[in-house]
């Protein structure tokens, strides 16, 4: 019998979003809108980080460019970095490579929820700020095949989340791509 160091809250863990490291952001929005009828996705240049640290260092966090959209009520974000720079992004894919990169969670206990992921053997990848919350995704990637992100409950992002929700929801299917 395999047992878990995880508590028992863990069994019900719901992820909220999927991430996939994609080459070509644009032919990954187009593909996602053809062949899964998901959009609209809203498209980010940069995502800028404050207090990063990456594996133990400070560091920025890697230049990307993401999209973002929800299939229900399930995000799927869409991350391409177009630089071999070292980085999270780099650490489980090169460039021209895609895949799974991490599965997300709003945690109810940030850092208590971190430090379980540690504690188990999870390195932490990369910590900062983003918004003014925290976020940080460990490296579950040696048992799981890819890392879990771990969010700080955030009104901000909150509402930032609930609007692409919604415009999921009415989303009629015309422009694959829509901004806030």
């Not at 609209?40 to 890697?62: I, K, L, M, N, T």
Request: with cysteine; hydrophobic share 45%.
């Amino acid at each position: 019998m395999v047992t878990s160091p995880f508590p028992e809250s863990f069994a019900a863990r719901s992820f909220m979003q999927m991430c996939w490291v994609v080459p070509d952001l644009q032919r990954a929005i187009d593909s996602w809108v053809r062949d899964a009828g998901v959009g609209p996705f809203f498209c980010f240049d940069g995502v800028q980080f404050s207090h990063g640290e990456y594996r133990g260092s400070s560091a920025g966090f890697p230049a990307v460019t993401a999209a973002i959209a929800y299939a229900g009520d399930l995000q799927v974000e869409l991350v391409c970095q177009d630089n071999d720079e070292p980085g999270i992004f780099r650490d489980l894919f090169s460039r021209g490579q895609s895949g799974l990169h991490h599965l997300a969670l709003i945690c109810q206990d940030y850092e208590a929820e971190r430090d379980i992921y540690i504690a188990a053997g999870a390195e932490l990848a990369f910590e900062g700020q983003l918004m003014g919350s925290r976020t940080c995704w460990v490296d579950t990637s040696p048992t799981l095949g890819f890392m879990v992100e771990l969010l700080e409950p955030s009104p901000m992002r909150d509402d930032a989340f609930a609007a692409m929700r919604a415009a999921a929801q009415t989303w009629d299917g015309k422009h694959p791509t829509a901004s806030f």
